[in-house]
């Protein structure tokens, strides 16, 4: 019998919760999972690593992509899969593996489905599962979890952007795979393993997550007009398409800003800085997914 552990943000609910998530377990033949609960997701790393040296050959997240996020990043090349209980407001890893939010169904998902080897990006040491980025997004995010987000859910995301529209742009200049790439005004530089922001829209629309490559985007919008058009590009699948997006793929890329910068993984934004050091890692965590995910 396999042991399966259970890392759950408590303050994460959906269905019947963390109790309905027991029974589900006992249910599909886990009847005593090493448990542990943290009340914010920065505390999800120690739990993890406690659960593999404990034992664990399987451990489900129960949380957001903040969470998932942490727990990728404490793994530490420890060959344990993870599965994913899509607990959070977004949970942009498990809508593009395909993973419901459905309590029965993502159990099943992690006791019984197919392993996938994905890659991860690692920005100034830390990993990444879906995308990061610095200044206008990472500043949607911010204020959005400032309270918001719990209270409107996905609908924070748009709020907060609309309020961070025509802020003054920052001096970026990117080397990519050792050689510069982009040097000017920016307002946002984005990354990306897989394609999906939420609600279907798409930020890369080649990104495929294990192909040992990461998407690397610069928003140069600077106008709330600019935003417009551009947002309006993404929203219909085209964003390399605007005049105000440059686009490429990257193994590692180095960013120097002018002045300090807010940046973001997964949804959890982190400190300013001035340098951003990026790199991929392929093939790098495993995760539980559906039967026929692609």
Request: charged letters at 25%; glycine letters at 12%; one cysteine or more.
């Amino acid at each position: 019998m396999t042991t399966v552990a259970v890392v759950a943000h408590a303050g994460k609910t959906f269905d019947g919760g963390l109790l309905e998530l027991r029974r589900e377990l006992e249910r599909q033949g886990v009847s005593d999972p090493l448990w542990y609960e943290v009340p914010k997701s920065r505390k999800a790393p120690s739990r993890f690593r406690r659960a593999i040296k404990e034992g664990a050959e399987l451990v489900l997240v129960w949380g957001g992509d903040g969470t998932v996020q942490r727990c990728i990043d404490a793994l530490d090349g420890a060959d344990v899969p993870i599965a994913i209980v899509p607990a959070g407001t977004a949970n942009l890893l498990a809508s593009n593996l395909g993973i419901p939010k459905d309590i029965e169904q993502a159990v099943s998902i992690g006791l019984h489905g197919p392993h996938r080897k994905l890659d991860v990006g690692r920005i100034n040491g830390e990993r990444f599962a879906v995308m990061a980025g610095a200044g206008f997004d990472a500043l949607m995010i911010r204020e959005a979890d400032a309270g918001l987000k719990d209270r409107i859910g996905r609908v924070a995301y748009v709020w907060t952007g609309v309020n961070q529209l025509g802020r003054k742009p920052f001096e970026a200049s990117i080397k990519v795979d050792g050689s510069t790439w982009f040097k000017g005004k920016a307002s946002c530089v984005l990354l990306g393993n897989f394609g999906e922001l939420f609600a279907g829209v798409e930020a890369f629309e080649d990104a495929r997550p294990d192909d040992g490559m990461l998407e690397l985007g610069v928003v140069t919008a600077d106008s709330v007009l600019d935003w417009v058009r551009t947002i309006g590009r993404t929203g219909v699948g085209a964003s390399s398409a605007s005049p105000f997006v440059q686009v490429t793929k990257a193994r590692s890329a180095k960013v120097q800003f002018d002045r300090k910068v807010l940046y973001e993984l997964d949804g959890g934004d982190r400190k300013k800085v001035k340098k951003l050091a990026i790199e991929i890692e392929p093939a790098a965590v495993d995760v539980c997914v559906p039967a026929g995910s692609s």
